[in-house]
Structures are given as C-alpha cells and as structure tokens.
T-cell receptor, first 114, second 113 residues
Framework: AQTVTQSQPEMSVQEAETVTLSCTYDTSENNYYLFWYKQPPSRQMILVIRQEAYKQQNATENRFSVNFQKAAKSFSLKISDSQLGDTAMYFCAFIGGSNYKLTFGKGTLLTVNP | DVKVTQSSRYLVKRTGEKVFLECVQD?????MFWYRQDPGLGLRLIYFSYDVKMKEKGDIPEGYSVSREKKERFSLILESASTNQTSMYLCASTRGIEDPEAFFGQGTRLTVV
C-alpha cells in the first residue's frame, strides 16, 4: 500500500524568506504523480504544483518549486519570497500505477509572519 | 473552470439520523472521492468511484456508504450518524489516471449531536 509522510506538523517563516516543507512516500509503482495542495483558512483546496515521476526535471510554478528525489522517495516543496497569503495547510499527495486512489499526507501548517 | 459543488457547507444532525452528503462535478470527470479531514490526521479516504455504479472502499469505510447513479454525482451516506462522525468532509474529482489532478469541493463541516 502506498503511504505519504509529512514529518513537520507546523512550520513558521518570516515574510520574504524561503521555507522548505518535507514529504516522503512509499510505493512499489514506477509510474506515478506527486502533488502539493494548499488549504487556506477558506478551506478550498488548491493545487500548488505537480510532478510526474518519469520527469527528471523538478517542477516549478513561480515562487514554488520541488526537489524530487525518486530513489530516496522524497518530494519537498520550497516556497521562495514567502508572502502572508501563503499561510495555509499544505498537503503532499500521491497517485500511482493503475490505482485510482489518491493518498494524502497529514499536512503541514505553515504560518508566514509579518 | 472545473467546479465541484458540495450541497452544504455546514450541517448539524442528530445521533441515529440518516445523513446524505451530495457532491456534483460539472467537467465529466471519471473519478470521484470522499475524504474525511480531522486535525492531525490529514485527509483520509472513505470511498472512491472510478465509474458510474462502481465504488471501492478507501481506508476508513466503516459507518459509511456511497452511491453513484450518474457520472456527475457522488453521494456519501451515513446510515446512522454517530458523534464520532463529526468532521469535515471533502469531495474531489479527477479526469482519470492520465490527468490525475484533483479538484475539490468547498467542504461540509458536519456536526453530529
């Protein structure tokens, strides 16, 4: 069974600084997708960034980038130039192979301080 | 834009009541999911469906059932609500394994008293 582990329940960062959120996963699949989702206080879950396992290049979306280490089964999210609006719960998620099941980690609550 | 709509944002029900949570998506997505979100536990999968009338148990199906009679609608049913089912419930949909990005509803906060 696939599992997703986020080892940091809470983190904080000063505005304009950089922060990295950790995620590890366990799977026997070779083809899969990884995601970071953001859930602000409004509760609406929003996709931040996605990574296909077959792509070696790390995904980037503006201030958000990932460090995907396939062999280590690690998928961390880096947020550069943190903004107050980045305050949210961040979830790492996995879907793989022929399995339709989308599995989430327990989340990391990120607070950006002014 | 893909829209996933949950029928209620807040719901209060009594112990023993039969509760229906409805979810509708408007983008012809194949797969639909129901999650439960609790502090410190993240999102836990209750049930998912990969086609009309098809369903599979997730990680915590006990006390729940689902129905998918039409492609766009996925219902979560609490046959006899209990206080330990007080939680946030999130519905999601995806196009399929070839495009697995999930789109979420706004969540239903259910309180069972």
């Amino acid at each position: 069974a696939q599992t997703v582990t986020q080892s940091q329940p809470e983190m904080s960062v000063q505005e304009a600084e950089t922060v990295t959120l950790s995620c590890t996963y366990d799977t026997s699949e070779n083809n899969y997708y990884l995601f970071w989702y953001k859930q602000p206080p409004s509760r609406q879950m929003i996709l931040v960034i996605r990574q296909e396992a077959y792509k070696q290049q790390n995904a980037t979306e503006n201030r958000f980038s990932v460090n995907f280490q396939k062999a280590a089964k690690s998928f961390s999210l880096k947020i550069s130039d943190s903004q107050l609006g980045d305050t949210a719960m961040y979830f790492c998620a996995f879907i793989g192979g022929s399995n339709y099941k989308l599995t989430f980690g327990k989340g990391t609550l990120l607070t950006v301080n002014p | 834009d893909v829209k996933v709509t949950q029928s209620s944002r807040y719901l209060v029900k009594r112990t023993g009541e039969k509760v229906f949570l409805e979810c509708v998506q408007d983008m012809d997505h194949e797969n639909m999911f129901w999650y439960r979100q609790d502090p410190g536990l993240g999102l836990r999968l209750i049930y998912f469906s990969y086609d009309v009338k098809m369903k599979e148990k997730g990680d915590i199906p006990e006390g729940y059932s689902v129905s998918r009679e039409k492609k766009e609608r996925f219902s979560l049913i609490l046959e006899s609500a209990s206080t330990n089912q007080t939680s946030m419930y999130l519905c999601a949909s995806t196009r399929g394994i070839e495009d697995p990005e999930a789109f979420f509803g706004q969540g239903t906060r259910l309180t069972v008293v």
